[in-house]
């Protein structure tokens, strides 16, 4: 079985410049999450969907982040502008979704995103 | 506040030293604690979840345990190949979320 897939692997851009990653979760997942991790640290949540919708997005930068998770499968997260303190991890996760919430959640490789 | 704190923040073993890193958790309520296992370069890998104080589980030379307070993850004999980091996470009572530590480094010299 597949495992939660991510792209890019790794991003090098500018500052300023926008930058996008793309999740695709374990077949079958209806939650997915995205995660920040920066180095030496454990990962962070930053929005959480269940199916389409997003249900806990407290931690998102709004100003300058944007997530989407259009047919509640694959999910894009954004950031314009980037700024040199987004560089980061960028993880993906995702859980069956069972109700109670008693679940693991499996994650991807992650994008290694480096802002110059 | 929902607080985890790792310690050691590494640790070198010799291959065969047995030892134990430690995840102390503050949280409203525990619906479950996870362990994480997480290579350079990936992502976290899952290793075991613990429901309720007194619960152990084990796969090949790992085990975990869970009091009230804080969990360990005891490594028996281990060999290079475990060498990674180990992040404990803590999901509260009526919450989907994880709140993770910041890992213990180990590192088994051969």
């Known amino acids: 079985e597949a495992g939660v897939v991510q792209s890019p692997r790794y991003k090098i851009i500018e500052k300023k410049q926008p930058v996008a990653f793309w999740c695709n979760p374990i077949?079958?997942?209806?939650?997915l999450y995205w995660y920040l991790q920066n180095l030496g640290q454990g990962p962070e949540l930053l929005i959480r969907?269940?199916?389409?919708?997003?249900?806990?997005d407290s931690q998102l930068p709004k100003d300058r982040f944007s997530a989407e998770r259009l047919k509640g499968v694959d999910s894009t997260l954004k950031i314009q502008p980037a700024e040199l303190g987004d560089s980061a991890v960028y993880l993906c996760?995702?859980?069956?979704?069972?109700?109670?919430?008693?679940?693991?959640?499996?994650f991807g490789p992650g994008t290694r995103l480096l802002v110059l | 506040e929902d607080q985890v704190t790792q310690s050691p923040e590494a640790l070198r073993l010799q291959e065969g030293e047995s030892s134990s890193l430690n995840c102390s958790y503050t949280?409203?309520?525990?619906?479950?604690l996870f362990w994480y296992r997480q290579d350079p370069g990936k992502g976290p890998e899952f290793l075991f979840t613990?429901?309720?104080a007194g619960e152990e589980k084990e796969k090949e030379r790992l085990k975990a345990t869970l009091t009230k307070k804080e969990s360990f993850l005891h490594i028996t004999a281990p060999k290079p190949e475990d060498s990674a980091t180990y992040l404990c996470?803590?999901?509260?009572?009526?919450?989907?979320?994880?709140?993770f530590g910041t890992g213990t480094r180990l590192t088994v010299i051969p």
């Open positions: 996760a995702s859980s069956v979704g069972l109700a109670g919430g008693r679940e693991t959640q499996y």
């Open positions: 077949s079958g997942h209806n939650t």
């Open positions: 969907y269940e199916n389409e919708e997003a249900v806990d």
């Open positions: 949280v409203s309520g525990l619906r479950g």
């Open positions: 613990l429901y309720s």
């Open positions: 996470a803590v999901q509260p009572r009526g919450a989907n979320n994880l709140f």
